[in-house]
T-cell receptor, first 115, second 110 residues
């Protein structure tokens, strides 16, 4: 029972490099999210998607891009990595908006360091 | 003022103790409330939803006070395995407005 799978788990990037964090879910959830969590802080929403072909900005979208070509996949792209993007990234999905009370399922996280 | 504020912690309690966490939220239009648990270097996982009437799940009791805009979590008979960070989560009705508190760290000591 895979749930939400994100890769890679760890990555070190040099300033200015680009990379894509992959995220896939096998629960047929419409809603998918990308969060970042800085040390000692709560999760902040980067981007979210309510279905294939639809994406929208969250609280901290600058420096990131996303796409949602299928229900299952929601990759997060960092175009020009900066030290401020050093963080833990969590992908998540849910079947309905959290307002309904349905739980959000998280991937195991991706630890990204930009040096 | 932060949208969701939690007790700063850390809380260090002996096994068997009762411990309570509080969380306040600023948006009176908030509709859904949750407590998530996050173990060190792990993803958050839903501990329990919080309902207006209050709800209990074993040793855990969650309360919501809409008038004062705060949520509480009570853990009775603490176990070593309860050691984790507890995140208060508030939703005002859309995916974009799911707001996480910064978490309260709990360590249960033998």
């Amino acid at each position: 029972n895979a749930g939400v799978t994100q890769t890679p788990k760890f990555r070190i990037l040099k300033i200015g490099q680009s990379m894509t964090l992959q995220c896939t879910q096998d629960m047929n959830h419409n809603y998918m999210y990308w969060y970042r969590q800085d040390p000692g802080m709560g999760l902040k929403l980067i981007y979210y998607s309510v279905g294939a072909g639809i994406t929208d900005k969250g609280e901290v979208p600058n420096g990131y891009n996303v796409s949602r070509s299928t229900t299952e996949d929601f990759p997060l792209r960092l175009e020009l990595a900066a030290p401020s993007q050093t963080s833990v990234y969590f992908c998540a999905s849910s079947s309905l908006q959290a307002v309904s009370g349905n739980t959000i399922y998280f991937g195991e996280g991706s630890w990204l360091t930009v040096v | 003022r932060k949208e969701v504020e939690q007790d700063p912690g850390p809380f260090n309690v002996p096994e068997g103790a009762t411990v309570a966490f509080n969380c306040t939220y600023s948006n009176s239009a908030s509709q859904s409330f949750f407590w998530y648990r996050q173990d060190c270097r792990k993803e958050p996982k839903l501990l329990m939803s919080v309902y207006s009437s209050g709800n209990e799940d074993g040793r855990f009791t969650a309360q919501l006070n809409r008038a004062s805009q705060y949520i509480s979590l009570l853990i009775r008979d603490s176990k070593l395995s309860d050691s984790a960070t507890y995140l208060c989560v508030v939703n005002v009705g859309s995916a974009r407005q799911l707001t996480f508190g910064s978490g309260t760290q709990l360590t249960v000591l033998p």
